[in-house]
């Protein structure tokens, strides 16, 4: 079992930052990676970025490419997303997410049903 924690959502002004932090417990070892997603009122979830778990490699959707940026701490189980240039269509409630499967491949890093555990969320709201 693996449990996972976000945290840092919040209200933020348009063009603001934000950093939101994933901490995973449990059964922490050998994933393929962890991935953040977000879903907004009456929208479907929206894959932002993905973290392999060895080596680090990073994959993002083209939306947020160069705005946000996913980073993890091996040591303290955490991953972090930072937000940057926010918009108020960045609102919704984002997730994280762990892939256990480390015979996975990057193709479909981008679907949901990959991931085998999510957090509860956090809500992040941009203003106008």
């Known amino acids: 079992q693996v449990q996972l924690v976000e945290s840092g959502g919040g209200l933020v002004q348009t063009g603001g930052s934000l950093t939101l932090s994933c901490a995973a417990s449990g059964r922490t070892f050998s994933w393929y990676g962890i991935g953040w997603f977000r879903q907004a009122p009456g929208k479907e979830r929206e894959f932002l970025a993905a973290i392999r778990w060895s080596g680090g490699s990073t994959y993002y959707a083209d939306s947020v490419k160069g705005r946000f940026t996913i980073s993890r701490d091996n040591a303290k189980n955490t991953v972090n997303l930072q937000m940057n240039s926010l918009k108020p269509e960045d609102t919704a409630v984002y997730y994280c997410?762990?892939?256990?499967?480390?015979?996975?491949?990057?193709?479909?890093?981008?679907?949901?049903?990959?991931?085998?555990?999510w957090g509860q969320g956090t809500q992040v709201t941009v203003s106008s």
């Open positions: 997410a762990v892939d256990t499967n480390v015979a996975h491949t990057i193709r479909l890093i981008e679907m949901a049903d990959r991931y085998d555990y």
